[in-house]
């Protein structure tokens, strides 16, 4: 079975003390998990209307599938201790 590079999943965040969902690019290790995210969710924007269409329904596909935790990705941190990542979930959640 060949594992993608990249695809589309919702992704969560938790700030503040609510959820806020988005799709996202991902990109995926060696062993399919989910490395990185994009900066930005994805926008659909397209020059036609079967292109638009062509999109949507590829990133729609992003639904089936489990929802990625945007903090395991993403966060203020500048280095990535356990200490500081313990530090940031609690200060957060």
């Known amino acids: 079975m060949c594992m ?5 999943r919702v992704v969560r965040w938790h700030t ?3 959820d ?4 996202y690019q ?4 060696a062993k399919g998990n989910v490395k990185s995210s994009a900066d930005e ?4 924007e397209a020059n036609t209307t079967d292109q638009l ?6 990133i729609a596909a992003a639904y089936l599938q489990p929802l990625v935790e945007g903090h395991l990705y993403k966060s203020p941190l500048e ?5 500081d990542t313990m530090s940031y979930l609690t200060k957060h959640f």
């Open 26 to 29: 991902v990109w995926y290790d």
């Open 16 to 18: 503040s003390g609510a």
């Open 79 to 83: 280095n990535n201790t356990v200490s």
């Open 53 to 58: 269409k062509d999109m949507h329904f590829h």
């Open 4 to 8: 993608k590079d990249t695809d589309y």
């Open 20 to 23: 806020t969902f988005a799709i």
């Open 41 to 44: 969710p994805v926008k659909l």
